[in-house]
């Protein structure tokens, strides 16, 4: 049994890892997003003389979208729509197959971090429905359901969702060129950056922005709590990264709630049951590696 | 083999049915929800010369909740801290069973109701994730994914999502004594009979109730889809069997994705993706029926 590939595919740079777990890892390489035809063959170069050697057995591709993941469809495996200029469908998946002749795995970036945080922590059984939510730049929501990321007709799009815009307060209307005041046009750290003038990792801990921030995530979350009843919520992204916030939304979400669902995890344990990523930021790489040895286990 | 029990507990009567299917029906009673010693009582004796005669191999139940389904509690298969007087930690599933001395299933009534619609249909493997929503005295979601209704660290409160709240045209609180305006607070039936003061029955057709609850249940609707990607949804409960009402929500949803999600079945089919139960009102009873067949399959 030779090793596993890991790529995170992004809109400025593919992480490539090769190993066999968060602590095995061999080799590991960031490449900028260029050209989809340079940047796959500087991805197919990284994994090529572990293929040669007989040391690669599958790779896991976790990837910005939208992606065709019907496996029924023509283009399975292709980046389909995507604004990224240049990339509009490109065959992601068939292109690092055929270079590299080794089974390939492919799901959103959100979906693949989802499983990241569910194959990698040791006590598997407790935490699944669950629910990882990532704000960035953007929002995005995967979700670990039965063992298996969530897809059906396409895949979540749970960033956004809709909630009650707090027009008092914030008369921003949003930056979602699709929903104007969704949780990615409102909560977002590009809409963040666009309501408050700054960037949020500029944001002083005392400013209002960071209320109002928690208002809209514990909203959104407290949506997909009452839509998956998930066993675990892990939040994941940048904006998160911001000290405190995770606590914020903790309150917030439990006083929203006001008692409906009266589960000990939320009275009791919510700082277990919201808890920021166990791999830190490399939950969609690692969960990428993780499809890839899911991809070639039997059954 | 015998044939199969499908009982659907509400608050004002249980429906007991036997028989292998919807279209094998041997004998049906509606016994109205009293006590639950006298209630149960009546439902064993139901089912009880079937039982003795070696005809009954299985029992489904759709219950109003909340429900303890968590398989290793102490507590499993009772009703728990519901408003419904002297209901309260029943144990339905306990009784019903040591009665019957059959394997019994248990479910929330509206995930029944989900895998009713899922189980029945004839073509199942495009029926998974299913998303149910009933819209009659209050708001349910049930939903099916690979194979089996959603369950979590409790099961799915969908209909307490909460969604933007239309003050300019529509000043009313909302009736949910957790939330005010969450979904259920908004469109229950219940709700329209507040702000109207009227039974949404009685309210013509050209009442501007209509508009506004067509926009508050796509809206929950819209959320539900971003959350979970579902191929089919189902529209159940009474309010929905308001002439025109589901034709609103369809058009209403189309509008607010906004073209967002670009799926076939929104874009052209949306007819077909949005619908009334197959089973028509019949869904809870059938899931429950549904669920006992499942119960005693191998695997």
Request: proline fraction near 7%.
């Amino acid at each position: 049994m030779g090793q596993f590939g890991g790529i995170e595919s992004g809109g400025t740079k593919f992480i490539c890892t090769i190993g066999s777990g968060p602590d095995q890892i061999s080799a590991e390489e960031r490449i900028p997003t260029t050209t989809p035809d340079e940047t796959i063959r500087k991805v197919i170069h990284f994994f090529e003389p572990y293929a040669a050697a007989n040391d690669l057995t599958a790779v896991g591709i976790a990837s910005f979208g939208p992606l065709d993941l019907d496996h029924n469809s023509d283009t399975y495996g292709f980046i389909t729509s995507t604004p990224k200029s240049g990339w509009q469908n490109t065959d992601l998946c068939g292109l690092i197959r055929r270079g590299l002749n080794v089974p390939v795995a492919l799901d959103t970036d959100v979906n693949a971090a989802a499983y990241g945080e569910y194959y990698w922590h040791k006590e598997k059984r407790f935490l699944d429905p669950l629910l990882y939510m990532t704000v960035g730049t953007g929002i995005g929501v995967g979700v670990i359901l039965n063992g298996k990321p969530l897809h059906g007709l396409i895949h979540p799009e749970a960033g956004h969702i809709s909630l009650p815009h707090n027009w008092q307060q914030d008369p921003f209307p949003g930056v979602c060129p699709y929903h104007h005041d969704c949780l990615e046009g409102l909560a977002s750290g590009y809409a963040m950056s666009e309501r408050w003038g700054q960037k949020p990792e500029t944001l002083p801990d005392d400013h209002p922005a960071w209320i109002l921030e928690a208002e809209y995530i514990s909203l959104g979350l407290l949506n997909l709590f009452y839509a998956f009843s998930p066993t675990q919520i892990v939040m994941g992204g940048g904006v998160l990264q911001h000290p405190g916030l995770i606590q914020s939304v903790r309150t917030k979400f439990k006083e929203i709630n006001n008692q409906y669902v009266r589960s000990s995890m939320l009275l009791e344990k919510i700082d277990e049951y919201i808890h920021l990523p166990i791999l830190g930021n490399r939950s969609g790489v690692l969960g990428a590696m993780a499809m890839a040895i899911k991809c070639v286990e039997p059954g």
